[in-house]
């Protein structure tokens, strides 16, 4: 391995650059969503052949993207300009003969967020979009490629745009007009950490503290969206200012696009036909609603579902979707891009080694996510605990005498055990709060997670990796010796966790199984068939039995989400008695049931409980 790696440094070179290359584009010149790229170099190489690469993945996905796969063309010229031969290798790279006469290269790519790809489909938080004279989006993997050796070297951007778009963006800049802005990245790894998005400015900004925040917004019905959106976030980033003594950056962008799927959203109102509905739900699939961390900013790709959708499905609307990420990507600036290994570090964009880590990354992440709306009174203790029970139950749906959580990271991108990402953010979190409590258990409350990871944070931070191999044990050295057997136990081993060792000394206890009074549910005395049909998850009634009480009929379709709603309004649990109002769909009409809560005692399997301490 290392005289085959050794050779191909050989064959292939490097090169040095003295100042800075230079990258050109002309947003003007768009052309039916294409882009021309223009790099010129600073110095020449100093080898014949070189490699010329677009990234396979980036930081933060843990997924195949092949970025070189939307470069249309590439020329490589001479200063007096002679075209090279360049040859295409593999999805991503293309290597230049006769590179020491390289001066130039011109290529064009294509964007994204359109194309139908059907293998390694780019999540949108990830892609590119250029529509001229509205929306640029530079996820920079996507445009800008690098000389292999050289991701170190210093990059000049220079962008010619119309004077109606701004370019927001923590990129550093260094010149502003209206035509034109410029930017200057100290790495390749800077770049990629760096999106862009030029659009009309919709803009607003606030503080976190001290750090100055940017929410750039571009809808693409032209509707003013960013005061809203923070007026929406502020309650969140007031409880991040609260949990946090001082955040690691200065500054912090969220670039925020919206897309009308209201068309979508006609399908949860039900006044559409089964093959159309199959039809929208294929397409929702793969849209990859959601968003992306970076060091200094995050990227979001929400989805206006239009007046169609019902309130009571509350997570589809644009202040949730924003508000269901926002906390969990700002709460990245400290890990992975404040505290990681030097697989992040040095991230190899062509052939990426993954961390062993994703339980740090991202499951402690989620947790802390969780745990600022909590502490932050943004969601109830109830709320909390529930949230946290929910992702209990699906984390032990993670087949753990199978692999180990740092044997799945470290595998993540082959297909076994990227079907088990997902567990990150479920089984992980977990994971990370019986971390935190086990952290207060040794260290008699003198210390707990955030204050680990602040340390932690302050010795490396953004510029500095850890030792991928010895960071759990560094871990251990801040708390106490002891700590070493939970990580040893349930996070490199294959051990199912036993969740009251922890637990029970914050004050919360876990339950296999429970009988407490709770409300009846309307489904028990009949026959019900779960249905998901890839738009909502749904109970449809099959058979009435002898002591319904609730009023529903045979072939009744209930949404779940409605069900929640109409005996659990704004979160809160209907008293005995209380009337739910139940948006029931009946034959091809929508109909509502008044029905009066009923208590009694229910088994609840996997719970978490406050025990009062």
């Given at each position: 391995?290392?005289?085959?790696?050794?050779n191909?440094?050989?064959?292939?070179g490097?090169?040095?650059?003295?100042?800075?290359?230079?990258?050109?584009?002309d947003?003007?010149?768009?052309?039916?969503?294409?882009?021309?790229v223009?790099?010129?170099?600073?110095?020449?190489?100093?080898?014949?052949?070189?490699?010329?690469?677009?990234?396979?993945?980036?930081?933060?996905?843990?997924?195949?993207?092949?970025?070189?796969r939307?470069i249309?063309s590439m020329?490589?010229?001479?200063?007096?300009?002679?075209?090279l031969?360049?040859?295409?290798?593999?999805?991503?790279?293309?290597?230049?003969?006769?590179a020491?006469?390289?001066?130039?290269?011109?290529?064009t790519?294509?964007?994204?967020?359109?194309?139908?790809?059907k293998?390694?489909?780019?999540f949108?938080?990830?892609?590119?979009?250029?529509?001229?004279?509205?929306?640029f989006?530079?996820?920079?993997?996507?445009?800008?490629?690098?000389?292999?050796?050289?991701?170190?070297?210093?990059?000049e951007?220079?962008i010619?745009?119309?004077?109606?778009?701004?370019?927001?963006?923590?990129l550093?800049?260094?010149?502003i007009?209206?035509?034109?802005?410029?930017?200057?990245?100290?790495?390749?790894?800077?770049l990629?950490?760096?999106?862009?998005?030029?659009s009309v400015?919709?803009?607003?900004?606030?503080?976190?503290?001290?750090t100055?925040?940017t929410?750039?917004?571009?809808?693409?019905?032209?509707?003013?969206r960013?005061?809203?959106?923070y007026?929406?976030?502020?309650?969140?980033?007031?409880?991040?200012?609260?949990?946090l003594?001082?955040?690691?950056?200065?500054?912090y962008?969220?670039i925020v696009?919206v897309?009308?799927?209201?068309?979508?959203?006609?399908a949860?109102s039900g006044?559409?036909?089964?093959?159309?509905k199959?039809?929208?739900?294929?397409?929702?699939?793969t849209?990859?609603l959601g968003a992306?961390?970076h060091?200094?900013?995050?990227?979001?790709?929400?989805a206006?579902?239009?007046?169609?959708?019902p309130?009571?499905?509350?997570?589809?609307?644009?202040?949730?979707?924003?508000?269901?990420?926002?906390?969990?990507e700002?709460?990245?600036?400290?890990?992975?891009?404040g505290?990681?290994s030097?697989?992040?570090?040095?991230?190899?964009?062509?052939?990426?080694?993954?961390?062993?880590?994703?339980?740090?990354?991202e499951?402690?992440?989620?947790?802390?996510a969780?745990?600022?709306?909590?502490?932050?009174?943004?969601?109830?203790?109830?709320?909390?605990?529930?949230?946290?029970?929910?992702?209990l139950?699906?984390?032990?749906?993670?087949?753990?005498?199978?692999?180990?959580?740092?044997?799945?990271?470290?595998?993540?991108?082959e297909?076994k055990y990227n079907?088990?990402y997902?567990q990150?953010?479920?089984?992980?979190?977990?994971?990370a709060?019986?971390?935190?409590?086990?952290?207060q258990r040794?260290t008699?409350s003198k210390?707990?997670?955030?204050?680990?990871?602040?340390?932690?944070?302050?010795?490396?931070?953004a510029?500095?990796?850890f030792?991928e191999?010895?960071?759990?044990?560094?871990?251990?050295?801040e708390?106490?010796?002891?700590?070493?057997?939970?990580?040893?136990?349930y996070?490199?081993?294959?051990n199912?966790?036993?969740?009251?060792?922890?637990?029970?000394?914050?004050?919360?206890?876990?339950?296999?199984?429970?009988?407490?009074?709770?409300?009846?549910?309307?489904?028990?005395d009949?026959?019900?068939?779960?249905?998901?049909?890839g738009?909502?998850?749904?109970?449809?009634?099959t058979?009435?039995?002898?002591?319904e009480?609730?009023?529903l009929?045979?072939g009744?379709?209930?949404?779940?989400?409605?069900?929640r709603?109409a005996?659990?309004?704004?979160?809160?649990?209907?008293k005995?008695?209380e009337?739910?109002?139940?948006?029931?769909?009946r034959?091809?009409?929508?109909?509502?049931?008044?029905?009066?809560?009923k208590?009694?005692?229910?088994?609840v399997?996997?719970?978490l409980?406050w025990?009062?301490?």
């Amino acid at each position: 391995m290392k005289n085959h790696f050794l050779n191909l440094l050989l064959f292939f070179g490097t090169y040095s650059v003295s100042a800075q290359d230079l990258y050109e584009i002309d947003l003007n010149a768009v052309d039916k969503d294409i882009l021309t790229v223009k790099l010129s170099l600073d110095k020449s190489p100093d080898k014949d052949l070189v490699k010329y690469s677009f990234p396979a993945t980036v930081p933060g996905t843990y997924a195949t993207e092949d970025f070189g796969r939307f470069i249309l063309s590439m020329n490589a010229k001479t200063s007096d300009g002679k075209k090279l031969k360049v040859k295409k290798q593999g999805n991503n790279s293309f290597l230049i003969s006769n590179a020491k006469n390289l001066k130039y290269l011109e290529y064009t790519v294509e964007d994204i967020l359109d194309k139908k790809v059907k293998k390694n489909p780019i999540f949108s938080p990830v892609a590119t979009n250029f529509v001229a004279g509205k929306n640029f989006i530079f996820n920079n993997g996507g445009i800008f490629g690098f000389f292999e050796g050289e991701e170190s070297q210093p990059i000049e951007i220079r962008i010619s745009k119309p004077s109606t778009l701004y370019g927001a963006t923590s990129l550093p800049q260094t010149q502003i007009t209206p035509n034109q802005q410029n930017f200057k990245a100290n790495s390749y790894h800077q770049l990629i950490d760096c999106p862009i998005m030029f659009s009309v400015p919709d803009t607003a900004q606030f503080y976190v503290g001290k750090t100055k925040v940017t929410l750039s917004v571009f809808d693409v019905n032209g509707v003013p969206r960013a005061k809203h959106f923070y007026e929406s976030l502020k309650r969140d980033m007031q409880a991040i200012d609260a949990f946090l003594p001082d955040l690691p950056v200065d500054n912090y962008t969220f670039i925020v696009y919206v897309d009308d799927l209201s068309e979508v959203g006609k399908a949860f109102s039900g006044k559409m036909g089964i093959i159309q509905k199959i039809k929208l739900a294929l397409r929702f699939k793969t849209l990859g609603l959601g968003a992306l961390e970076h060091g200094n900013s995050s990227t979001y790709y929400l989805a206006d579902f239009g007046p169609s959708v019902p309130s009571s499905l509350k997570e589809l609307s644009l202040d949730n979707q924003l508000s269901a990420a926002a906390i969990h990507e700002f709460m990245h600036i400290l890990t992975p891009l404040g505290l990681h290994s030097q697989h992040i570090g040095n991230f190899n964009y062509t052939n990426p080694v993954m961390c062993k880590h994703l339980w740090l990354y991202e499951g402690v992440t989620e947790y802390f996510a969780n745990l600022i709306k909590f502490k932050g009174g943004v969601i109830t203790p109830e709320e909390y605990l529930e949230e946290m029970q929910a992702k209990l139950v699906q984390g032990l749906d993670f087949p753990v005498t199978e692999m180990s959580f740092t044997e799945m990271s470290s595998n993540v991108l082959e297909k076994k055990y990227n079907k088990q990402y997902g567990q990150v953010y479920q089984r992980g979190a977990v994971l990370a709060m019986l971390l935190d409590a086990e952290i207060q258990r040794l260290t008699s409350s003198k210390k707990s997670l955030i204050d680990v990871m602040l340390t932690l944070n302050a010795r490396y931070g953004a510029n500095k990796s850890f030792e991928e191999a010895t960071f759990i044990s560094e871990m251990v050295n801040e708390v106490h010796p002891d700590l070493q057997n939970f990580f040893t136990q349930y996070v490199e081993g294959k051990n199912q966790w036993k969740p009251n060792d922890q637990l029970n000394y914050v004050g919360i206890s876990y339950h296999d199984s429970l009988q407490e009074q709770d409300i009846l549910s309307i489904f028990t005395d009949n026959d019900v068939k779960h249905k998901a049909n890839g738009i909502g998850i749904e109970q449809v009634i099959t058979k009435v039995g002898a002591n319904e009480w609730a009023g529903l009929k045979v072939g009744d379709i209930i949404n779940i989400s409605d069900f929640r709603s109409a005996f659990k309004p704004n979160g809160v649990k209907l008293k005995e008695g209380e009337l739910a109002k139940l948006r029931v769909k009946r034959g091809d009409e929508f109909v509502t049931l008044d029905i009066k809560a009923k208590y009694g005692l229910k088994t609840v399997k996997n719970a978490l409980r406050w025990t009062g301490k």
